[in-house]
């Protein structure tokens, strides 16, 4: 900025001019100057109703362009509260903002912090993809348009598609009329490849389509010309579309009841890699991750980040390095928590080579020996630590019941009392052993994420 000695000639109107410790405020000179004491006192003009007289020495001259707010801060010039407010709003407007959720009180339902989760994680991903892996009855519809409307401030999302089973359509349709106020419509594979063709022809209308798991996924041939089956000429219109970070053929692709997409070998996992390259954001939802084998796990997280998630024997290595820290997160949530458990856990995950140099970790562990100090704040603050120092916590995110539902569902067991005739009691262990037979048949090693 040039001209910020003081000599400048204030009785020269028109002159643009700030406030040296508030460069915010700037206005014009009229020409008018008065003595006040041994100040002199220059008229300024900051608006068309407002005129105010300032001592000379606090008046700079300012050229017609802005100065950036770093180069403001570089120099030592600060603002005012106002003017604070007005870059906030500016920034909040262009969704710059990763910390501002804009899809905050969008939706006609009930304010419940854990449904901002996925939406946090998602802001902070460093692949656009996650995986929501929350309870039944916890909301991931709620969850996942939340994720979409931030979207819409913040990358001027305009293309969305929702893939699910057949039945759950119409209730996909309803929850976003009814909770959000948007309206879908519910398509088949021929209807979707006429909209996504006008996309590739920059001529499509912003949409949100829902369509189904079954009448989407690739046909055995779909690579070849002669099959020109609606599926089929869609799953090539994917093939040949891979996104960029400036265009994509749909800008966020939510995929339902993602555990069906599990088994590589089939279409439904080939529909998912197609609909990944083809999008510029992905959200698969399941409530059954923990119910199903870790390579089924693998798998989807692999659909999720193909690049980070490229060897099961590594992702194994992964899940046992894991697990320290998993049982940590899970001893801060006991009531009472046991912290010494905590620290021991902590300690354990630090021999792992994942997780020797982590400085979180160290300073956890850190924390944690000075258990008798730590409050309900530090606790907090600790179990959101320990779930981002997670190596799986970039791409998937899980809410359960019993960490998030404060008036949930108390169950009482109570133990009851039969006799057994002699005909009951044979029928009952017999039974009782061959489900306990077919159960160890079926076992599998369990993990953690």
């Known amino acids: 900025m040039k001209n910020q000695d003081l000599n400048w000639d204030p009785q020269t109107p028109g002159q643009a001019v700030r406030i040296r410790n508030n460069p915010g405020l700037?206005?014009?000179?009229?020409?008018?100057?008065?003595?006040?004491?041994?100040?002199?006192?220059?008229q300024v003009s900051f608006g068309p109703n407002e005129r105010s007289y300032k001592p000379y020495p606090l008046l700079e001259l300012c050229n017609n362009e802005p100065e950036s707010i770093a180069a403001l801060l570089k120099k030592g010039r600060f603002g005012g509260i106002d003017d604070l407010r007005r870059i906030l709003t500016f920034e909040k407007i262009q969704g710059h903002l990763t910390n501002i959720f804009y899809s905050m009180e969008v939706s006609n339902t009930d304010f419940y912090a854990h449904q901002f989760k996925p939406v946090s994680k998602f802001i902070e991903s460093p692949t656009g993809r996650l995986l929501i892996a929350d309870e039944v009855g916890l909301g991931k519809t709620v969850e996942a348009i939340y994720v979409w409307k931030e979207l819409q401030a913040r990358a001027d999302a305009r293309r969305l598609l929702i893939v699910c089973p057949a039945v759950l359509r119409e209730k996909w349709q309803a929850d976003l009329r009814k909770r959000f106020n948007l309206f879908a419509d519910i398509v088949d594979a021929k209807t979707l490849l006429e909209r996504l063709n006008g996309v590739q022809e920059r001529k499509a209308q912003a949409f949100i389509a829902i369509t189904s798991l079954e009448g989407l996924r690739p046909t055995k041939n779909w690579e070849s010309d002669r099959d020109q089956s609606p599926r089929a000429r869609f799953a090539r219109l994917l093939d040949n579309s891979t996104a960029t970070e400036d265009f994509g053929l749909l800008d966020l692709v939510i995929i339902d009841e993602a555990h069906y997409l599990?088994?590589?070998?089939?279409?439904?996992?080939?529909?998912?890699?197609?609909?990944r390259d083809a999008a510029q954001h992905l959200l698969l939802l399941t409530a059954t991750p923990i119910q199903i084998k870790s390579d089924n796990l693998y798998h989807l997280l692999k659909l999720i980040s193909p690049e980070d998630f490229f060897n099961a024997g590594i992702f194994q290595d992964m899940l046992s390095a894991n697990e320290p820290v998993?049982?940590?997160l899970r001893l801060t949530w006991q009531h009472p928590p046991d912290l010494v458990g905590a620290k021991a856990a902590?300690?354990?995950?630090?021999?792992?080579r994942y997780f020797r140099d982590n400085p979180v970790l160290q300073q956890l562990c850190q924390q944690l020996k000075q258990s008798a100090s730590l409050n309900e704040a530090d606790l907090t603050r600790l179990g959101y630590q320990l779930e981002n120092a997670s190596l799986l916590s970039q791409y998937l995110t899980r809410s359960r019941k019993r960490d998030v539902l404060i008036n949930r569902v108390q169950r009482s067991p109570q133990s009851l009392a039969v006799t057994f005739s002699p005909l009951e009691r044979q029928i009952y262990d017999q039974v009782s052993e061959a489900i306990r037979q077919q159960a160890q048949a079926k076992a599998v090693a369990p993990f953690s994420v």
């Open 262 to 275: 599990r088994n590589p070998e089939t279409a439904n996992h080939r529909l998912g890699n197609l609909l």
């Open 326 to 328: 998993v049982r940590a």
């Open 346 to 352: 902590v300690e354990e995950a630090l021999q792992s």
């Open 26 to 42: 700037q206005g014009t000179t009229t020409g008018k100057v008065k003595q006040s004491g041994t100040r002199l006192m220059v």
